[in-house]
């Protein structure tokens, strides 16, 4: 079935430091990627997502390239502050799941990626 | 903008009484809602997805007699957790899709955490 993996955590960081969170996927057909990201006490955001191969995905100074190649979408970041300490989402959208009404995409998730910024 | 609200953020219950989670999206009407369940250290793990109207869709090996969804609104669903057992103890999330935006896009509640005693 379709999968998410993603490098297990927790990843501590100085500030300004280079930031990697490496995700893997299995998927039949083509999903989409996306990163979620989820602060202390709030609901996941949308941080960026991909649509299809080659396509990058990028905000905030956070990218990730939909590699289909090695079937990967890893997130990257050049220079990290405090602020992006959070919990770090790598998902896909399962590309068999059928349509129900009013339209719906399955998300498939990976365990999530701690980070933290020490300034 | 997209704002989706769970209530209670956090609820203590007795092993056999049932619990009620509030799901609302407060400013975009949501034809559809997600109900997750997170267990410590692992992913999301989707439960069902709720249609305003209509009846929810259940994942496989999602007891639908014990985790009773109702979408009675473009801005309501609510996950009824019945009969509760410690084991239901977990982290349930929702989401909604706004009707308007793009099909991929899902905003996400804060969670509410079940603690079953």
């Known amino acids: 079935g379709n999968s998410v993996t993603q490098m297990e955590g927790p990843v501590t960081l100085s500030e300004e430091a280079f930031l990697t969170i490496n995700c893997t996927y299995t998927?039949?057909?083509?999903?989409?990627l996306f990163w979620y990201v989820q602060y202390p006490g709030e609901g996941l955001q949308l941080l960026l997502k991909?649509?299809?191969?080659?396509d990058k995905g990028s905000n905030k100074g956070f990218e990730a390239t939909y590699r289909k190649e090695t079937t990967s979408f890893h997130l990257e970041k050049g220079s990290v502050q405090v602020s992006d300490s959070a919990v770090y989402f790598c998902?896909?959208?399962?590309?068999?799941?059928?349509?129900?009404?009013?339209?719906?995409?399955?998300?498939?998730f990976g365990k999530g990626t701690k980070l933290t910024v020490n300034p | 903008g997209a704002v989706v609200s769970q209530h209670p953020s956090w609820v203590i219950c007795k092993s056999g009484t049932s619990v009620k989670i509030e799901c609302r999206s407060l400013?975009?009407?949501?034809?559809?809602m997600f109900w997750y369940r997170q267990f410590p250290k692992q992913s999301l793990m989707l439960m069902a997805t709720s249609n305003e109207g209509s009846k929810a869709t259940y994942e496989q090996g999602v007891e639908k007699d014990k985790f009773l969804i109702n979408h009675a609104s473009l801005t309501l669903s609510t996950l009824t957790v019945t009969s509760a057992h410690p084991e239901d103890s977990s982290f349930y999330i929702c989401?909604?899709?706004?009707?308007?935006?793009?099909?991929?896009?899902?905003?996400f509640g804060p969670g509410t955490r079940l603690t079953v005693t």
């Open positions: 998927a039949t057909g083509y999903p989409s």
């Open positions: 991909a649509t299809k191969a080659d």
């Open positions: 989401s909604a899709r706004d009707s308007q935006r793009g099909v991929y896009e899902q905003y």
């Open positions: 400013d975009f009407q949501a034809t559809t």
């Open positions: 998902a896909l959208s399962d590309p068999t799941y059928t349509r129900t009404q009013g339209g719906s995409e399955k998300l498939v």
